[in-house]
């Protein structure tokens, strides 16, 4: 069955440093999201990606935050200059009709 | 915009019984998807089952079925013969197909922590 895959599984970063989160979408799908879970609560929105520009954003998603998808199969989120708060586990997903989520980053700012 | 409600933070059953997991949501939509996704202690985000809104027959998969009330907005997730495996926590979501701002974007509730005795 076909996943979306997120690089790296895990990183650490020193707080002010900026980190890109990678995500290979499946293939064939159109629409391209990226959501966040902060340790012991619910996954919140960041942003939507469709036709090569964001169709939505959250309030969380800043100037700090940016999306692109640089070669046509990435899909990737940089965050400037990362935050303590900024700790979370990302997730990537793509969809056609539902979603599929992907195994998720969890960064850990220092 | 819509919300979800999960009013059950923790639950547990002992294995082999079954636990029904309550989710409620509220949205003036009338196409869109449910979801109930597993989350592990690893993280990842696991999908459990998915249910069409225009879809009355309630989806199953396996040991997973749901209990889909459109008119009342009710979600729920039966879990048959407990596995310890199953523990987990478990989040109902909702997804807005249809054209706006809201869609593709899904909403998740807080989650409720299963665990599965022994």
Known sequence: EPEVTQTPSHQVTQMGQEVILRCVPISNHLYFYWYRQILGQKVEFLVSFYNNEISEKSEIFDDQFSVERPDGSNFTLKIRSTKLEDSAMYFCASRVGGYTFGSGTRLTVV | ?118
């Open chain 2, 1 to 118: 915009a819509q919300t979800v409600t999960q009013s059950q933070p923790e639950m547990s059953v002992q294995e082999a019984e079954t636990v029904t997991l309550s989710c409620t949501y509220d949205t003036s939509e009338n196409n869109y998807y449910l979801f109930w996704y597993k989350q592990p202690p690893s993280r990842q985000m696991i999908l459990v089952i998915r249910q069409e809104a225009y879809k009355q027959q309630n989806a199953t998969e396996n040991r997973f079925s749901v209990n889909f009330q459109k008119a009342a907005k009710s979600f729920s997730l039966k879990i048959s013969d407990s596995q310890l495996g199953d523990t987990a926590m478990y989040f109902c979501a909702f997804m807005n197909l249809g054209i706006g701002v809201d869609a593709g974007k899904s909403t998740f509730g807080d989650g409720t922590t299963l665990t599965v005795k022994p």
